[in-house]
């Protein structure tokens, strides 16, 4: 009977999911967000990577990505599979170079929140490898949106929004907080939009997100902060940040970005600023270190490294 029970699971995960090839090569199109790249990576070509997203997509019945020319980005649920698939793929291949003992050199663990993770830090680790060929580290990202987990015993480093002060961490500013309005340039376009006054902003579709913890800055506590007095309601609220972001890639409104995770976007493109407005919140992500992990070499080298980064950015 046992036995039984073990087949008709192994059976169920063969009917339920799609081949593992094809989330891995999703994995890596969404961590690049380029088809091209993911292929090199993975020594296939470009066209096999289209197919296996095609297969994807008409496997769950809905678009992974959006497709602009050369140009991919994520959709919604493309961003929600990803953050498990990646998930998923991590600890298999750690349960495996466990079990190999192939693990070698030395791991850093850094936890960010989901905005940070996907917009600025994702980036910033690439970076680092190609700066650094021939270093042998293991950085190993995890995502969550509750400070608190940002803080375990077993995370090394993090970036935290308007931390405050935490025992056995010690805390070093990455930038400040500013917060400015951003929308396409194909909605720009279709409203014709102009702002040189903030009031002129409830002339448009307002985009905003719930906030999970308080000190979050939205719609609301922006105009706040501008001493308008201006009531802001009705705007179209999203569950997070990346599906906020991608909303106003795709045209259906303003959203307000953040200098730093938004950079990437405006330089590509993909999205403008609107008007001149900004508010400098007071508020900034900081760079916290494990105290009972700091004096590793290896977490060292990738600490200094991100403050450098930082202060000559």
């Not at 993090?158 to 931390?163: F, G, K, Q, R, V």
């Not at 179209?236 to 106003?248: E, G, I, K, P, Q």
């Not at 303003?254 to 609107?274: C, M, P, Y």
Request: proline fraction near 3%; aromatic fraction near 10%.
């Amino acid at each position: 009977m046992k036995r039984e029970l073990v087949r008709a699971s192994e059976k169920s995960f063969r009917h339920r999911m799609p081949a593992l090839h094809s989330l891995m090569i999703f994995e890596a199109a969404a961590r690049y967000m380029n088809f091209t790249q993911a292929a090199e990576e993975l020594h296939v070509s470009q066209a096999a990577v289209s197919k296996q997203i095609k297969y994807l997509e008409e496997f769950f019945g809905f678009e992974l990505f959006h497709r602009n020319g050369r140009k991919v980005l994520i959709t919604a649920k493309g961003e929600q599979l990803r953050s498990r698939v990646s998930a998923a793929l991590n600890y298999l291949a750690d349960g495996i170079d466990e079990l190999q003992g192939l693990e070698q050199g030395e791991s850093v663990t850094i936890a960010a929140n989901s905005a940070v993770s996907q917009f600025w830090l994702n980036g910033m680790i690439s970076e680092f490898y190609l700066e650094h060929p021939q270093v042998d580290l293991n950085v190993r990202l995890i995502s969550s949106d509750r400070t608190p987990d940002l803080f375990a015993d077993d995370i090394d480093l993090n970036i935290a929004y308007d931390p405050g002060q935490r025992i056995g961490w010690n805390v070093a500013e990455l930038f400040g907080e500013v917060l400015f309005p951003v929308a396409s340039p194909e909605y720009l376009q279709r409203t014709a939009c102009k702002v040189e006054e903030v009031a002129e902003l409830l002339n448009y579709e307002l985009l905003d997100f719930e906030r999970i913890e308080p000190n979050w800055i939205n719609w609301k506590v922006w105009f706040n902060a501008l001493e308008t007095g201006l009531s802001v309601r009705n705007t179209r609220r999203f569950s997070n940040y990346m599906v906020l972001m991608d909303a106003a890639r795709r045209g259906q409104g303003i959203a307000l970005g953040t200098a730093q995770l938004v950079d990437q976007q405006l330089a590509e493109g993909s999205l403008h600023r609107v008007g001149r407005l900004e508010v400098k919140s007071g508020r900034s992500y900081w760079l916290g270190v494990n105290e009972s992990r700091a004096e590793r070499p290896g977490l060292q080298m990738f600490y200094h490294w991100l403050l450098l980064k930082m202060s000559i950015a």
